[in-house]
């Protein structure tokens, strides 16, 4: 009797020492590091448009804030920051800065108007031989810039659905 118990916790041991190997595996496969990146971080080398950043993330108001003494007081009294929250105050926004391109008029209303939880912002482009309204380089600035505010962008070729870009432009 005893040995079945005695295997039984044998293997139970084995199963967690595995998991826990599997999971410092992905940890690292994820990170490139072992070591967690949770260590708290001194706010004040923090500069003040990662603060402000940090403070928003946590909900606080600083409106009123002028100094960095300041938010440096806000940021500890909302607790430390950590460097977890630092790299996600660093990554780029979810939403892409890539533009959609519309393939004919059923895509447009797929994408565009059938989510209405989004706003678009869409370049019609007249004809292949014409150019865009908006030039490649000034469309991109455009894109970067709406792209903070949830704006979802996109491109649509009248050479692609006329009856549909008649529609549009009418």
Known sequence: MWLKVVLLATYLLCLFLLSRLFEAASWYHDTGTLISSFAALNPIELSVKKLKQLLDDRGVSYSGVVEKQ??????????????????????????????????CGSHFYEEVEDTKDSAWLVQVVMDDMDPPLLPEKIWKEVRLKVKDFGVRTGVFKCSLDRRFASFIIY
């Not at 500890?76 to 929250?85: A, I, K, L, R, V």
């Not at 990554?91 to 391109?101: A, L, M, Q, V, Y």
């Open 70 to 103: 300041e938010l440096v007081a806000l940021v500890e009294s909302s607790g430390s920051p950590t460097s977890e929250e630092v790299m996600d105050v660093e990554t780029p926004s979810k939403i892409s800065g890539e533009s959609t391109k519309f393939t």
